[in-house]
Nanobody
Framework: QVQLVESGGGLVQSGDSLRLSCAAS?????MGWFRQPPGKAREFVAA???????FYGDSVKGRFIVSGDDVNRTVHLQMNGLEPSDTAVYYC??????????????????WGQGTQVTVSS
């Protein structure tokens, strides 16, 4: 069983930047981020395959950057140009495989506890 520990998050103003980090206790091949805005369904944000290939949800392309370190089993989410619509609980997720279905939460095997990001206008 792989444990995911998230850090970062908090309250920022519109236009600010914030960085989330996630550390895995074991090896995985896909690590990513999902978010759940208040009263809405969980949605895909970004993912990274070990080796470096990255993927983004349409709503964050050009603003968010996902990066990671395969040796240290970490993934980071640099969030720039934050907007009130980015307010959500952000979850780190990891999959044992190089899943091509990286946008679907069902294909992830492990989840972090979630961290709140609130963007005020």
């Amino acid at each position: 069983q792989v444990q995911l520990v998230e850090s970062g998050g908090g309250l920022v103003q519109s236009g600010d930047s914030l960085r989330l980090s996630c550390a895995a206790s074991g090896r995985t091949h896909t690590m990513g981020w999902f978010r759940q805005p208040p009263g809405k369904a969980r949605e895909f944000v970004a993912a990274r395959w070990s080796g470096g290939r990255t993927f983004y949800g349409d709503s964050v392309k050009g603003r968010f950057i996902v990066s990671g370190d395969d040796v240290n089993r970490t993934v980071h989410l640099q969030m720039n140009g934050l907007e009130p619509s980015d307010t959500a609980v952000y979850y780190c997720a990891a999959a044992n495989e190089y899943t091509p279905n990286y946008k679907a939460s069902v294909y992830y095997d492990y989840w972090g506890q979630g961290t709140q990001v609130t963007v005020s206008s």
